[in-house]
């Protein structure tokens, strides 16, 4: 695995009722410059970072922080109620990290939750972008098709199994050092070409074998827990969401489809849609420079 840059800070923050749980963090970047939130996917870690926006932190000097959520790497399993409920814990760690306004990033699964703290803690959020979103399955704001809807019928299942599996994956994830960097190849082989374009790369593979070799091999409940909360009510409307919204979104999505990105722009009252020409689910976070330039654009 080639090198790439470490956290400049990482550990975990007590959170919650008498804070007896706890969320982890990696940090990189420019402690005292503008905050942009990095928000994974599903399945991810908090270091599910592109090596290049790791770098861009240094170079431009942003301070760049990347959220485990419950269930995965230093975090403590917890089950929310609802999306909306993440943000409580958001608050927690924002104010402990002594971060005032933000900027927040999520990619895939990561993008409901980056919805729910730029709805619920508007005098904070200066720019939002969502990279291949998860949108809602049910409810008013709901499409159907992709991965996700698809998930729906897995959820009673999920009710009953998802920490025994999570932890059975866990354990297995522990030793699966010699076999992992195979699994990202043939995971690669079965991906639409752009996807595979970009796992080809020596710096990305490294960047996933990094999150899932200090993540997934602590904790793997996180990605049962997001699927049970996708396709449950969210605790807020999506047509409710003030912020400023930029959406990165491949017309070549296998898993969540394109018109899953025009649908929730379409929602949201101050969003724009950044077609990304034969692109893929993944391969977006090949763009990850210019995202973040589009969001770091608004704290000037």
Avoid: C
Avoid at 9 to 30: M, Q
Avoid at 71 to 76: H, R
Avoid at 283 to 298: F, N, P
């Amino acid at each position: 695995m080639i090198p790439i840059d470490r956290p400049k800070l990482e550990g975990s923050i007590a959170v919650g009722d008498k804070r007896r749980r706890r969320i982890g963090f990696s940090e990189f970047g420019t402690p005292g410059g503008p905050v942009v939130i990095w928000l994974h996917g599903t399945p991810g870690a908090r270091r599910q970072i592109p090596p290049e926006a790791r770098e861009y932190a240094e170079t431009r000097g942003f301070r760049l922080i990347g959220l485990d959520r419950p269930g995965v790497g230093s975090s403590t399993a917890h089950k929310y109620e609802s999306i909306a409920d993440f943000t409580i814990d958001f608050q927690t760690v924002l104010n402990t990290l002594g971060v005032d306004r933000f900027s927040v990033i999520g990619l895939s699964g990561g993008g409901p939750y980056s919805l729910a703290v730029s709805h619920f803690l508007p005098d904070r959020i200066v720019s939002t972008g969502i990279v291949g979103g998860v949108a809602p399955v049910n409810g008013p704001d709901a499409i159907r098709g992709g991965l996700v809807d698809i998930a729906r019928f897995a959820v009673p299942l999920l009710n009953v199994a998802g920490h025994p599996i999570g932890s059975a994956l866990s354990t297995a994830l522990g030793f699966a050092r010699p076999i992992a960097d195979p699994a990202i190849s043939i995971y690669g082989r079965l991906s639409p070409e752009a996807d595979r374009e970009l796992l080809s790369r020596p710096e990305f593979r490294a960047m996933f074998l990094d999150d899932l070799l200090h993540g997934g091999s602590r904790r793997m409940e996180a990605p049962f827990a997001d699927l049970q909360l996708f396709v449950r009510d969210w605790g807020f409307r999506i047509g409710d969401v003030n912020a400023v919204v930029h959406w990165w979104h491949g017309d070549a999505d296998n898993i969540i489809p394109f018109a899953h990105g025009e649908h929730m722009v379409k929602l949201l009252p101050h969003a724009e849609l950044h077609a990304m020409p034969g692109q893929s689910h993944i391969s977006g976070l090949g763009h990850s420079v210019e995202m973040l330039d589009v969001l770091l654009a608004a704290w000037e």
